[in-house]
């Protein structure tokens, strides 16, 4: 059945949106290929990609949790049960990174940070702390002025107050501050009104717009936007030169502009059927999401990246089209079942005490 974004959907219980599905997809491609060019040099044509990908992947990706966290509060009712399970699948994904990383690095810690992550997990941590601020934030859902202007007060609150508190990594507060405006702009979103901007002419500049603004990123990163860089990672402003600081506001402002604009653009740009691979991808995120990354550390501590001369970009080309490999295998239905299972340990706990949903 076609919905009003123009999606096929099943209908019933088990309904999912086609377009939503595929941009999700794209997006656990686009995460998995960007981890593994981090540890190539930094060529032109590696920055350029790195950037192209950093400059909207977790914005995005944070909009569509956002988007899909309506039933976690219903009714004056906080369902905590995801929220558990986000933060076990927290700890299960430091806890292996925590081994992996230390591999790379010379040094495997005899006890995990729990408390602080700047690497792969920190989406867990900051969808979690997202999860329980809801009861706060949902009751500007009803108004969908309100909401958005909500957002934009978040945009604002958020560029000023990073001048002030600088906590960094501490239950990865950095990114879960810089991000939050892109949770609640999926948050306030329907289905309704994403379905309106799809059919609507603003939808179609946007795609152009987005393109746009990806390929002065690629073409453009390596030779002037270097020194703005770490705007796309949602540093701390600390960790800019002292001079830049007087205007970092407007920067992480500017950003948000385009992080917005192309993330539209690419939810606008999916096709609006099931694809091959690619829907199905987007149905498994997670489990990409937790098992790529210590699969690229142990091929660094192996010895991978020896073999690759960032400069010739064949070799370039390669990490990508091998990352879009593993990212398949990685979505295979046939790990799904495992991962349901490591997700579902506290399931008897939450039913029992009325949190599972």
């Not at 190539?40 to 995005?60: D, K, N, Q, S």
């Not at 979690?128 to 609150?157: E, S």
């Not at 937790?290 to 073999?307: K, V």
Request: charged letters at 15%; aromatic letters at 18%; glycine letters at 8%.
């Amino acid at each position: 059945m076609r919905n009003s974004s123009g999606t096929y959907q099943k209908t019933g219980a088990g309904a999912r949106d086609a377009r939503m599905d595929n941009v999700r997809g794209i997006l656990i491609m686009i995460v998995v290929i960007g981890h593994f060019l981090l540890p190539l040099e930094r060529t032109r044509f590696v920055t350029g990609l790195i950037y192209a990908i950093y400059v909207f992947h977790m914005p995005c990706f944070m909009i569509l949790s956002g988007y899909f966290a309506h039933s976690v509060y219903k009714d004056g009712h906080f369902k905590w049960g995801k929220t558990v399970q986000i933060l076990w699948l927290y700890f299960v994904y430091e806890s292996i990174v925590n081994i992996t990383e230390g591999l790379v690095a010379g040094y495997i810690p005899l006890i995990p940070d729990y408390f602080h992550e700047s690497g792969a997990p920190w989406y867990l941590m900051s969808l979690a702390t997202y999860y329980l601020t809801i009861p706060v934030f949902d009751r500007f859902r009803k108004d969908p002025a309100q909401g958005f202007l909500t957002v934009a007060v978040m945009m604002l609150a958020v560029s000023f107050a990073k001048y002030v508190i600088h906590i960094g990594d501490l239950f990865s507060f950095d990114r879960t501050l810089t991000l939050l405006p892109f949770f609640y702009f999926g948050y306030y979103g329907t289905p309704g009104m994403l379905g309106r901007y799809l059919q609507s002419s603003g939808s179609r500049i946007m795609n152009v717009l987005a393109i746009g603004i990806l390929l002065i990123v690629f073409f453009c990163t390596y030779d002037h936007f270097m020194k703005y860089h770490l705007v796309v990672y949602g540093a701390d402003y600390t960790r800019y030169l002292p001079e830049m600081r007087p205007y970092l506001w407007a920067l992480n402002l500017f950003w948000y502009v385009l992080a917005f604009m192309v993330s539209l653009g690419v939810t606008g740009l999916a096709p609006a059927m099931r694809l091959p691979c690619i829907t199905s991808l987007g149905r498994r995120t997670l489990q990409i999401y937790i098992l790529h990354r210590p699969i690229r550390d142990l091929m660094e501590y192996f010895g991978f990246y020896r073999g690759i001369d960032a400069n010739h970009k064949l070799h370039v080309i390669f990490v990508l089209l091998l990352s879009v490999m593993l990212t398949l295998i990685l979505g295979s239905r046939y790990l799904e079942g495992p991962f349901a299972k490591l997700r579902s340990v506290f399931d008897p706990l939450l039913e029992k005490y009325g949190g599972l949903w």
